[in-house]
């Protein structure tokens, strides 16, 4: 037996197949799983070894796929894992070329299974009698296993095992092999001859593509990731994500936009997780300025409470893009009309500006600073530094790394404590009327009351379907360094180290780089949406932490996460 992959010049006659079948769950996307596999080693026109094993499973079976394959739950208990067999399988299919009826299928299966437990796929040659039949017995319109091998005279007795299959198809193989050779040489000529035929003509504008127009889309996996389109130079024309990267990709070509028709080519990078996704296309997207990529209006309803520190007397606004430059951001917050509401109780309670960024000078105090809500810098008698104090003040209360509304209610206590102590009880009771409405404003108000900037820390965004981790470093609410997340806990805390060297700001709050904005709000808003494993940046920089991180990841079941 040959050993690594057979080459593209090896002479077709001479080479060695692996006819395999495989039998699944009946489930789509991540959940379809590998129950069964046949294989079935072919040479000199002849079937020689046969390989068989039931494999079992994460999840239970239908009663409908028990029916129709005849695997039930209990053959499926007492199978031996996929790390068990799949390790035999390559092995076997070392220096061979892989076959299948529908090949594209039973070879997603598989490449799927071995992602499943991080084996690395072979990725052999592979020959699909479906094409060969549809070129090479052109009569027979019924192309499914069981019809085919009729037509060619080849008995079958049971289907939907594995190996019966495995043996059906590979006498099926064996009566079109002379065809193939006699129209091939080489095992490059073969697999080319039978791939898809395509079309060179544009597609005509509002006409979607057929699958012989499109491009090859068999080899994305149905994970999270990065799909790049781009045209017959290679050029991007458009960016996307997916946590299924196949399915979304073929989205597409149902609803034809106008670069679909110039897309003869796409690639894909992986990801672990929805939020490497995210993080990804977005930089794609800023570096390459795909033209398919039109920069959309945020619709998800999240929004910041902002203050721009680029002025003398900085003011509380409400906006869907957190501020740049040197500013505080405190959220993503759910709830525009909420969001609004608590900036201008906190523009009253602080004394702060209620106008706009642009101040008007005043010969008198505005209304507001006729009730003393306002210290009225705009009579041009005020101090900044005592502005600038009671802004802090207020935004002091959101600059730690929990959330800060317990904080904001316990200011407005402690305010009205005191009041009752001076003995002024009007105040008192107008700050217990405040304290009352603000408590109203948080309840309805969602996400995270919190800057954007506070609490560096090591986040692990888990796979959809797998144990598998991104791993993001943030540090003032950049991600300074992201990627698979490191088994060994010295590289996590050692990256962990070097990310609070790089990202350490010299005076909080950072300033915030304007082609970073995105970014920022991406990362904010998935992590007030979803539940992720945190950690502490300054713990994650102790080896013995990392560890201990990495161990709750471990013990973390399929659906379970720490929580922030």
């Not at 699909?128 to 296993?145: D, E, G, I, N, Y």
């Not at 990804?280 to 929004?303: M, Q």
């Not at 470093?473 to 609070?500: F, I, K, M, Q, S």
Request: proline share 7%.
């Amino acid at each position: 037996m040959g050993t690594g992959m057979a080459p593209p010049e090896q002479p077709l006659a001479s080479s060695e197949f692996l006819v395999v079948d495989t039998e699944t769950n009946g489930r789509s996307g991540d959940e379809c799983e590998l129950t069964e596999v046949g294989a079935v080693l072919v040479g000199g026109g002849e079937l020689h070894e046969r390989f068989e094993s039931l494999v079992s499973t994460y999840m239970p079976l239908s009663r409908g796929i028990e029916r129709f394959t005849g695997i039930t739950q209990a053959m499926i208990e007492t199978a031996p894992p996929p790390a068990e067999v799949l390790p035999e399988l390559a092995r076997r299919m070392q220096g061979r070329i892989l076959v299948a009826h529908n090949a594209s299928f039973d070879r997603r299966v598989l490449r799927q299974a071995f992602g499943r437990e991080a084996l690395e796929w072979p990725d052999p040659p592979t020959l699909c009698t479906v094409s060969m039949a549809r070129r090479f017995a052109p009569l027979v319109r019924q192309r499914k296993l069981a019809a085919l091998a009729a037509a060619l005279g080849v008995e079958v007795e049971t289907t939907h095992r594995a190996l019966v299959d495995a043996e059906t198809c590979a006498q099926v193989f064996c009566a079109l092999f002379p065809r193939l050779c006699a129209a091939a040489a080489g095992v490059a000529e073969a697999t080319a001859l039978l791939e898809p035929r395509r079309r060179a003509r544009r597609t005509e504008p509002g006409r979607a593509r057929s699958r012989e127009e499109r491009p090859d889309l068999s080899a994305l996996p149905e994970d999270p990731g990065v799909y790049v389109f781009g045209d017959a130079r290679g050029r991007p024309l458009y960016v996307g994500k997916s946590v299924s990267v196949r399915s979304r990709a073929r989205s597409h070509f149902c609803r034809p936009a106008g670069w679909t028709g110039r897309a003869e080519v796409v690639d894909y990078r992986p990801t672990r997780s929805e939020l490497g996704a995210l993080v990804l296309e977005n930089r794609l997207i800023k570096a390459w300025s795909p033209p398919g990529n039109v920069r959309l209006r945020h619709t998800d309803g999240w929004v910041y409470l902002r203050a721009r520190l680029d002025i003398d007397y900085p003011v509380l606004d409400v906006d869907p893009e957190p501020a740049p430059g040197r500013a505080v951001n405190v959220g993503p917050l759910r709830g525009r009309s909420a969001a609004a509401e608590l900036a201008d109780q906190l523009n009253s309670l602080f004394g702060l500006r209620h106008c706009g960024r642009t101040m008007k000078r005043r010969a008198h105090p505005s209304l507001y600073g006729q009730m003393g809500r306002c210290l009225s810098p705009c009579l041009g008698d005020l101090d900044p530094n005592l502005y600038r104090r009671r802004l802090d003040s207020a935004l002091g209360l959101f600059g730690a790394e929990d959330d800060g509304r317990d904080r904001l209610l316990a200011h407005v206590e402690a305010q009205m404590r005191a009041a009752s102590a001076e003995l002024h009880f009007e105040r008192a009771a107008t700050l217990h009327r405040r304290h009352e409405r603000l408590a109203g404003v948080l309840g309805r108000l969602g996400g995270v009351l919190r800057a954007t900037h506070a609490g560096a820390r090591l986040v692990a965004a888990r796979h959809p379907t797998r144990p598998a981790y991104d791993a993001f470093w943030l540090v003032a609410g950049r991600v300074v360094d992201w990627g698979p997340l490191p088994t060994d806990a010295g590289e996590l805390a050692a990256r962990a180290t070097a990310a609070l060297d790089r990202g350490r700001p010299e005076a909080a709050p950072p300033p915030v780089p304007v082609a970073e904005v995105d970014e920022i709000r991406i990362v904010s808003a998935w992590l007030a949406s979803h539940e992720a494993a945190e950690l502490p940046l300054e713990d994650a920089a102790s080896e013995s932490a990392a560890a201990g991180f990495l161990g709750t990841l471990e013990r973390a079941g399929p659906q379970e996460s720490a929580s922030r």
